[in-house]
């Protein structure tokens, strides 16, 4: 089995970068779940994210 960890790194009360009305934050997030959620199709793959600042 192949593991994936993806850190997507921002999170919690500062939301680095803004601009245009989006945080760097928000758009880390969504991106790590997009990939997580296209690399956990293949078979044999295990993927998790480290959400440990977004609480």
Known sequence: ????F???GHGG???RAVANGLKEKDL???????????????KGVSVRLSLKHYH
Not at 30 to 42: C, T, V
Request: avoid cysteine.
């Open 28 to 42: 880390t997030l969504a991106i790590s779940k997009k990939i997580k959620s296209l690399l956990s199709a293949y």
């Open 6 to 8: 993806i850190d997507p």
């Open 13 to 15: 009360q500062d939301p």
């Open 1 to 4: 089995m192949v593991k994936i």
